[in-house]
């Protein structure tokens, strides 16, 4: 069979991991052909980024971070004829199915094509872990242990300085690597974009901390969270650093941290510095789990493919991993659950 292979969406640590898993089992086991569709659905509508992928193409890869098949954010219901496109091209190559690793926007893109006849098959990932239908996606529990260790050294340096000091983390709808970061990093305060946070409530917090002989605190930011200054005011801030929309709709988010500071050194006095991780959370080696459960989502890919279970996902249930239908997955992102909030919040100030 000659099945297509894409990573759309932002990288994380995993990608090569499950590109290796469908072309080795793909090759090793139904002797398919496997082609390597560059710059997510960017490679499906512009000419030259179709390339066979074999086993030595595959070989050394299953550390490494990024994709080698690069990414895009490319959408090709925004792109005129961007669909007839896409099938002009799984004509011209003879690509009879296709596995697409993505998150929410790439599945997205993956069930519209599923109801409009292409033959697809989904893998999540996003550090964001906010893919609705599995217990985790790829890439998370990377970008977990990179906050928690930048927590910890951040721990360190505010004692040493007697400062507060905000870490801001990625988490775009959801803040899974800030509420698991921050718990797992003794954070004294979390905002995750779930639940809007007063400022008023942060400086109490941090003043009743030192009250109680704490010279220095951590705030743990994810880049989507809102604030308000207290219950009584209208207003609802989240910071944005482009108003500009990528072709999903999305905003450029990032630097709530510097506002937080601001508030927060103004509400107590005490000295607040930030620290942004950034890219940094989606770059390098991915975790030995990230590299297991990316594995498995490969494998399981390119069974899907020819048990002909076209429109689904592979996820993780408990251990298992298991389909669930693009159509379901799509409809919703998954938030996290209150008793992980109240969980995290026994810990605050
Ligand atoms: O992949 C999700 C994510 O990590 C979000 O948390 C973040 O807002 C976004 O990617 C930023 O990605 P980029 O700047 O590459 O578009």
Redo the contacts with the bound molecule.
């Keep these: 069979m000659k099945v297509g292979v894409l990573t759309g ?4 640590p995993g990608l090569n991991a499950v590109i290796r898993a469908v072309v080795r089992k793909g090759i090793g086991n139904y002797n398919d052909e496997i082609l390597g569709i560059y710059e997510g659905w960017k490679g499906l509508i512009k000419e030259g980024l179709i390339k066979p992928l074999g086993l030595n193409d595959v070989s050394g890869i299953l550390h490494r971070g990024g994709t080698i098949l690069r990414s895009s ?1 490319t959408n090709p219901f925004k792109v005129e004829r961007g669909v007839e496109l896409i099938k002009e091209t799984l004509k011209k190559y003879n690509i009879e199915a296709l596995i697409a690793i993505g ?1 929410e926007d790439t599945l997205g893109v993956a069930a519209k094509l599923y109801q409009d006849g292409i033959s697809v098959v989904g893998v999540p990932k ?3 872990n ?1 893919v609705i239908g599995t217990d985790r996606t790829f ?1 998370f529990d990377t ?1 977990l242990n990179i906050a928690t260790e930048a927590i910890d050294r951040v721990h360190t340096t505010a004692e040493a300085h007697n400062r507060v000091m905000v870490v801001e983390v ?3 709808h959801a803040g899974w ?1 800030a509420i698991e970061s921050g718990i797992a990093g003794g954070a004294d305060i979390i905002l995750i974009p779930e639940k809007i946070t007063y400022v008023s409530d942060i400086c109490n917090l941090i003043k009743r901390r030192h009250m109680r002989g704490k010279d220095f605190s951590i705030v743990v930011v ?3 969270a809102k604030i308000k200054m207290s219950p009584e005011s209208n207003e609802e801030e989240q910071v944005v650093q482009d108003m500009k929309l ?1 072709s999903f709709g ?1 905003v ?3 630097g709530i941290g510097y506002k937080l500071s601001e508030l927060i050194e103004a509400g107590t006095g005490y000295e607040t510095r930030v620290v942004i991780l950034g ?1 940094v ?2 770059g390098g080696s991915p975790t030995a789990f990230d590299r297991v459960l990316a594995t498995r989502f490969g494998v399981h890919a390119i069974d899907y493919v020819h048990n002909g279970k076209f429109g689904y996902m592979v996820a993780l249930h408990g251990t298992k991993i298991e389909p669930v239908a693009l159509s379901e997955v799509v409809a919703r992102t998954k938030t996290i659950d209150q008793e992980l909030i109240d969980t995290a919040e026994v810990f605050f100030g």
Excluded at 9 to 12: E, I, K
């Design positions: 969406g932002g990288d994380c954010r998150g996003t550090i964001d906010d890439g970008a990625m988490g775009r690597i994810a880049e989507g990528d999305h450029r988010l990032g890219y959370q989606r």
